[in-house]
Each structure stands twice: as C-alpha cells, then as structure tokens.
C-alpha cells in the first residue's frame, strides 16, 4: 500500500513493494500524488514496472558529464571530444531531465544547430548523443527510450572532392613555416600527412618507437578502423622525420588535436586558401599515391580503409587526367 505524506505545501507519494527498490515522487496535490502511487502499484502488480527514479534524477548534463569522466580518457580521440561534450552541456536541451528528453526537445536542438553549423556536423552531434544515452541505459540504469532515434537526421550532404593544386600547396606550407610566435610542429604534421595519408588522430598519436626510418616505415597500432597498419614513408616523409625535435613525452608531433586544428585554419587565410579542411589533405595524399599504386589493394594497405567502396570516397582523379590515359 503506497503511503501519502505532506512536505511542507507539497505531497510526497511513497511507494514500497517486495522485490522492487522503493519509489518516491512529490507533487503539487495530494491527487496526484495519489493518482501516480496506483499507477506504480498496477505496473508492479503486472509485472511491467520499470524504475525512472535515476532518468528523473539526472539531466542530460549529468550524464555528459559521467560520460566525460569515465568514458572519454579510454577512447581514441576523446580528448578532442570532451571539448564538444562540454559545449553541449551548455545548451538547453542539456538542462533537461534524462526522463523529460523527448524527441520533440531534440528535435528542437537539432533546428537551433542548424543555424549555426553543417548538416553533417549537426549529424555527428546527434549520432555522438545517441551513443551517450545508449550507455546510460546499458551501463548507468537510465531507462529511457532513446528520442535521437525517433528524430529525423539532417539531409546527409555530398562527400568532399576538395583536393589541394599544386599552387594552392606552395602557398600553404609557405604559411605555415614556424616564424615568430607559429608551432614549429604544424608544417612537419602537414608534410607528414600529405606523404602517408594518415588520419590527424593517427598523426598525433604516431610515436618514435613505431617509426623505423631505416625500413622508411610507421607502425600505427590503434587506427580509427581498430586495426593496426604499418604505413610506407616517403623521402619526403624520412627527411621531415629526420630534421624533427624528439619530444620528451615520446610522440612525433606532440600538440594537441584542436591546437592543430586552430593553427592550420590561420594558415589557410594567410595563404588564401578558401573551403580546406585538414582531412581534405588525406583526400589530396591517397588522390596522389593513387597514380604511384594503381593496386587498389596496395592503394588501401596504406590508407587503412577496409572496403573499396570507402576508398573510392577519397580518390578524386581529375576528368582531364582520365582522358589522357584514355589516348
């Protein structure tokens, strides 16, 4: 039998059963404190409860924040992460109780995002979110439905093609030479990524004890697909190697992700070099190597991509250059 008791000018509805934890709930009126006592009673008695103390206890904020905590120091890349998850405690939607998350309150997240960013990046925010409260309710019993699901996801856009000209290379890595107050790490990490084609968070990640520059090879044990691949290195690549400072801590370029990030943007608008994202060098590096590795399966050994249909997102031959192979 479920007791009501008033606390101050609220009513408090207690319900305990044997064999599920105790529930509380207060309200405004003794009514519905009454209404929502027997409502919890006919589930147990039906076998159907399911406790949403914990989703009612715990924002969105508070799970991000856990998340932070205790998920992102073990994976790849979540220092870059927790600088996202941070922004987004600082939304509206993040105030809300786990139990008040509906789809129609992330819907409207999703619109306010739009205004600001992409598509695609309002994509990855939303799939990032899901994961979360996927974790919650596996790991941390917060029983909610996952609204991200039932929200409809920005129209995914067109894969970049955007690859560097030669000119446009000149001018850019002439920008980023290390002069005044510039990192002297920048123009060697873009070097490095036009020669191997590795991934930024593979780049930052790459330490001496994996690089043999006598086999003119680096070994990547962690990779984003989760294998592990050992990349070929250019002349260019030894000679940008060779001419590095060793960082104590051991890594080849050791800067941070978004510290990368911000100083190559700075170097893109002192080159005048409009609409260039730092992954859009890998899409120059395996557009490259593709004329030296016609083997697609040599060409995918030293991208890392599985299948030859993600490969073919990163290959952006000219029309000028088919023709002329075609004679």
């Given at each position: 039998?479920?007791?009501?008791?008033?606390?101050?000018?609220?009513?408090?509805?207690?319900?305990?059963?044997?064999?599920?934890?105790?529930?509380?709930?207060?309200?405004?009126?003794?009514?519905?404190?009454?209404?929502?006592?027997?409502?919890?009673?006919?589930?147990?008695?039906?076998?159907?409860?399911?406790?949403?103390?914990?989703?009612?206890?715990?924002?969105?904020?508070?799970?991000?924040?856990?998340?932070?905590?205790?998920?992102?120091?073990?994976?790849?890349?979540?220092?870059?992460?927790?600088?996202?998850?941070?922004?987004?405690?600082?939304?509206?939607?993040?105030?809300?109780?786990m139990a008040a998350l509906t789809p129609k309150?992330?819907?409207?997240?999703?619109?306010?995002?739009?205004?600001?960013?992409?598509?695609?990046?309002?994509?990855?925010?939303?799939?990032?979110?899901?994961?979360?409260?996927?974790?919650?309710?596996?790991?941390?019993?917060?029983?909610?439905?996952?609204?991200?699901?039932?929200?409809?996801?920005?129209?995914?856009?067109?894969?970049?093609?955007r690859v560097l000209s030669a000119d446009e290379?000149?001018?850019?890595?002439?920008?980023?030479?290390?002069?005044?107050?510039?990192?002297?790490?920048?123009?060697?990490?873009?070097?490095?990524?036009?020669?191997?084609?590795?991934?930024?968070?593979?780049?930052?990640?790459?330490?001496?004890?994996?690089?043999?520059?006598?086999?003119?090879?680096?070994?990547?044990?962690?990779?984003?697909?989760?294998?592990?691949?050992?990349?070929?290195?250019?002349?260019?690549?030894?000679?940008?190697?060779?001419?590095?400072?060793?960082?104590?801590?051991?890594?080849?370029?050791?800067?941070?992700?978004?510290?990368?990030?911000?100083?190559?943007?700075?170097?893109?608008?002192?080159?005048?070099?409009?609409?260039?994202?730092?992954?859009?060098?890998?899409?120059?590096?395996?557009?490259?190597?593709?004329?030296?590795?016609?083997?697609?399966?040599?060409?995918?050994?030293?991208?890392?991509?599985?299948?030859?249909?993600?490969?073919?997102?990163?290959?952006?031959?000219?029309?000028?250059?088919?023709?002329?192979?075609?004679?």
């Amino acid at each position: 039998m479920a007791s009501i008791r008033r606390r101050g000018d609220k009513w408090q509805a207690r319900v305990s059963r044997i064999g599920f934890p105790i529930e509380t709930k207060t309200f405004a009126s003794r009514q519905d404190a009454e209404r929502w006592a027997r409502s919890i009673e006919t589930e147990m008695d039906r076998g159907s409860f399911v406790s949403r103390s914990e989703a009612e206890a715990n924002a969105l904020q508070d799970i991000i924040e856990r998340y932070i905590d205790e998920v992102c120091p073990t994976q790849r890349g979540g220092a870059d992460d927790i600088v996202r998850l941070r922004a987004t405690c600082r939304t509206k939607l993040a105030k809300l109780s786990m139990a008040a998350l509906t789809p129609k309150a992330v819907a409207a997240y999703r619109d306010e995002r739009l205004k600001k960013v992409k598509p695609a990046t309002v994509t990855r925010e939303l799939a990032y979110l899901s994961a979360i409260i996927n974790h919650a309710r596996r790991e941390w019993d917060i029983n909610v439905t996952n609204p991200v699901t039932l929200v409809r996801k920005p129209q995914a856009p067109q894969g970049r093609d955007r690859v560097l000209s030669a000119d446009e290379e000149t001018r850019l890595l002439a920008a980023m030479a290390p002069t005044g107050r510039r990192s002297i790490w920048l123009l060697p990490a873009a070097i490095l990524s036009l020669e191997t084609a590795m991934r930024r968070g593979e780049l930052l990640e790459l330490r001496w004890i994996n690089v043999n520059l006598e086999a003119q090879t680096a070994h990547l044990p962690i990779t984003k697909n989760g294998a592990a691949r050992t990349v070929p290195l250019s002349q260019r690549a030894i000679s940008t190697l060779t001419d590095l400072p060793r960082s104590i801590d051991g890594r080849v370029i050791p800067v941070k992700g978004n510290t990368l990030h911000a100083a190559f943007r700075k170097a893109c608008k002192r080159a005048d070099i409009r609409d260039f994202h730092w992954h859009d060098l890998r899409h120059t590096a395996i557009t490259r190597l593709a004329k030296k590795l016609p083997n697609l399966i040599e060409l995918a050994a030293v991208s890392g991509h599985r299948n030859l249909g993600m490969l073919k997102r990163y290959y952006h031959p000219s029309a000028a250059e088919l023709a002329r192979k075609l004679g």
